[in-house]
Nanobody
Framework: QVQLVESGGGLVQAGGSLRLSCAAS????????MGWYRQSPGKQRELVAS???????MYADSVKSRFTIPKDNAKNMVFLQMNSLQPVDTAVYFC???????????WGQGTQVTVSS
């Protein structure tokens, strides 16, 4: 099994920044990709950003130029640097990883990000 532990959520004013962290632990696996999703009340979970082990990244259009997804492959960690936050970014943010270990996709418990206007 792979465990994901997230940290870094909280309350921030519009225009502010937050940095989320996610650490993957366990044994006997390799990571293909790590990413961040978010879910607001009444909405479907959506991809925010992802990064492959090869360094390819992708971002939702709504966060491009504001968010980045740094990664530390050696430590199996991924981060989400969120700048210029807006109230629409308020959501529970989930870390996800795609690995070589069945059931292959793992999720973190989620961390709340609240942006006040």
């Amino acid at each position: 099994q792979v465990q994901l532990v997230e940290s870094g959520g909280g309350l921030v004013q519009a225009g502010g920044s937050l940095r989320l962290s996610c650490a993957a632990s366990g044994s006997g696996f390799s990571i293909y990709a790590m990413g961040w999703y978010r879910q607001s009340p009444g909405k479907q979970r959506e991809l925010v950003a992802s990064s492959t082990s090869g360094g390819s990244t992708m971002y939702a259009d709504s966060v491009k130029s504001r968010f980045t997804i740094p990664k530390d492959n050696a430590k199996n960690m991924v981060f989400l640097q969120m700048n210029s936050l807006q109230p629409v970014d308020t959501a529970v943010y989930f870390c996800q990883t795609y690995t070589t270990l069945s059931p292959y996709v793992y999720w973190g418990q989620g961390t709340q990000v609240t942006v006040s206007s």
